[in-house]
């Protein structure tokens, strides 16, 4: 079901439509929910990595206690967002994170043995707290991403714990406070995550009188899951076994926005290959890789918009796929749809978090992109080198995170999340806009991003080979410029305005209660036809699109005030 206002902002998109769309009162009732859930002496941190659109952040910071941020950007946004609290995890901080968490008195949350006396060292004598996250041998939790009591990149051994004190304690400026043990992501079983804070608190509590720790901070990290195919959801109301008088830290991405997000792509084509239907959209997995990368078919609904072309399937089960040539571009496979014309737009809900922030989108000012890996193979060892196509330097997400893992894609670059201008990197040291800068971009600063780092396409051949693959679109997401209105992306002009792009619908009010949009569309034809009609007139609207009952009306009842909302990268600003 689309809810009218989703479907009242979309109605004043740009055609194509092509957006994501965030109501900022959901997550706000989303955080006052789990707040009143919490044991009251319990904080409640926004993990900024779910998704890093500055409204969102900025309407989380003010729900909940602070934030959780994993790079220099994600820092730097949290404290836009007027953050009160903000922890500091991940498990690659520079040197220049370091002292930029120093600087502003964030918790840090210590990975390894290195980072801690990494952080000895650009401390200086300022005082920081430290939390030592912790990959417990432990019992671990149910849920899709194992983070902890299992081998993964996250925090240290419990082997290496006392290691880690011992160097904390050669500097006096490091203030061990604690634990963080965030063990697992998207987890439904509610008892489970209970059982899992009280086993988390009894080991902290133990580990903190070995090392004559003063416990001040349990960070029992996220993981509250979503069920994004089916209708389970996590009980808040067990919640109440939590223990109390525990310094308890809870940091929730997912469970905070998902709900509140919405991915809409229009459709461009339908297309019948060797039986199956397709639904070619104005969009994919390079703006909403969650299903991509989780393998799943992500449900959605489809939104009656005024035709653009006289052709509609119906009756059928359809696959709604994306522009890019790679057939892994599936959002959803074998989807009934009832009636699905040529431009109605697919409306994917539970897109708020790791959605359009672990994806890997093109600038949206370029029309084609291309990635060129060259793989070089000796007969006596494999090595490999990436020629990065300009744009490749410029994407790029914080993907430290869980949505990250999964089935890997042809095409894949990862991306370091802190930037070029992070403080004391040497600026010959990274790439600038030089030679990729779009005709007329007057800027010389450094690109936010740069400093990102190729994973060479393992799918490539044996032998030296040359990939290009290409045609993903530019302008991926509409940007909402004025209330009730919305452009196209322009192409940006300067550094600054490309980390803007691509540009989001934000809601943040609610619409007047007077459009009707139906989830799908009526009538069931028996079989799936492919019908062209003679071209609309009189505007583009025929009865086909309006007299449907109760087709699409929101056009009566805009959104009012629609703010613009710009994108930003969680890229260190320049
Ligand atoms: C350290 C840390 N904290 C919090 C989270 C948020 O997790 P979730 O979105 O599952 O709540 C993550 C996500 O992977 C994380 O790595």
């Not at 195919?229 to 991405?253: K, M, Q, S």
Request: hydrophobic letters at 45%; a positive charge.
């Amino acid at each position: 079901m689309i809810p009218e206002r989703v479907a009242a902002a979309l109605a004043g998109a740009a055609r194509p439509v092509c957006a994501y769309v965030y109501d900022t009162t959901v997550l706000r009732a989303r955080a006052a929910a789990v707040r009143a859930a919490l044991p009251p002496d319990a904080a409640l941190l926004y993990a900024v990595k779910a998704n890093g659109h500055p409204a969102v952040v900025a309407a989380l910071a003010a729900a909940t206690d602070g934030l959780e941020v994993a790079s220099g950007g994600e820092l730097a946004l949290a404290r836009e967002a007027g953050a009160r609290r903000i922890a500091f995890s991940g498990p690659a901080k520079t040197r220049a994170e370091l002292a930029a968490a120093v600087a502003v008195g964030v918790t840090v949350n210590a990975e390894s043995v290195l980072e801690v006396r990494r952080l000895a060292a650009v401390a200086a004598g300022r005082p920081v707290r430290v939390a030592l996250r912790v990959n417990r041998a432990g019992p671990g939790l149910p849920g899709s991403h194992q983070m902890a009591g299992t081998a993964t990149p996250f925090g240290l051994d419990e082997a290496e714990l006392a290691t880690a004190v011992a160097v904390a304690r050669t500097a006096p400026e490091l203030d061990l406070v604690g634990f963080h043990l965030h063990a697992v992501s998207n987890n439904l079983d509610a008892a489970a995550h209970v059982a899992y804070v009280h086993e988390a608190v009894a080991w902290s509590r133990a580990a903190a009188d070995r090392y004559r720790i003063e416990l001040r901070e349990v960070n029992v990290g996220g993981g509250f899951g979503v069920d994004y195919t089916g209708g389970r959801a996590f009980d808040l109301t067990a919640l109440a076994g939590l223990p109390t008088g525990v310094p308890l830290v809870f940091e929730l991405g997912r469970y905070l926005a998902a709900d509140a997000g919405w991915y809409a792509a229009e459709v461009l084509d339908l297309k019948r290959t060797h039986g199956r239907w397709f639904a070619v959209l104005r969009g994919g997995i390079h703006h909403f890789r969650l299903p991509a990368a989780w393998g799943y078919s992500h449900p959605f609904d489809v939104l009656p918009m005024p035709p653009t072309e006289d052709v509609e399937i119906s009756g059928v089960e359809v696959d709604a796929v994306g522009e890019l040539c790679t057939p892994r571009d599936v959002l959803a496979r074998g989807h009934r749809v009832d009636r699905l014309p040529v431009g109605d737009v697919l409306v994917f809900g539970k897109a708020g978090a790791y959605g359009w922030d672990i994806s890997h989108h093109p600038p949206p000012e370029w029309s084609t992109w291309s990635v060129v890996w060259l793989i070089v193979y000796s007969a006596r060892s494999t090595r490999s080198s990436s020629r990065r196509t300009s744009w490749q330097s410029r994407s790029g997400r914080t993907s430290t995170c869980a949505d990250n893992a999964g089935r890997v894609e042809e095409i894949s670059h990862t991306c370091r999340s802190c930037t070029s201008a992070t403080p004391s990197i040497p600026a010959s040291r990274v790439p600038t806009w030089a030679g990729s800068t779009p005709a007329g971009a007057p800027s010389s600063r450094m690109r936010p991003d740069a400093r990102s780092s190729p994973t060479p396409a393992w799918t490539m051949s044996t032998a030296t080979s040359s990939v290009a693959i290409a045609s993903a679109r530019a302008k991926p997401v509409s940007r909402m410029t004025s209330p009730a209105s919305a452009v196209a992306t322009s192409a940006y002009r300067s550094v600054s305005r490309c980390r803007n792009a691509p540009s989001m619908l934000r809601l943040v009010r609610s619409a007047r209660a007077t459009s009707q949009v139906p989830a799908r569309l009526t009538g069931i034809p028996t079989s799936a036809v492919t019908r062209t009609k003679r071209p609309s007139t009189g505007g583009g609207c025929t009865s086909r699109w309006i007299a449907s009952p109760p087709s699409h009306s929101a056009s009566s009842s805009r959104v009012s005030p629609l703010a613009c909302a710009e994108r930003i990268s969680a890229r260190w600003s320049p």
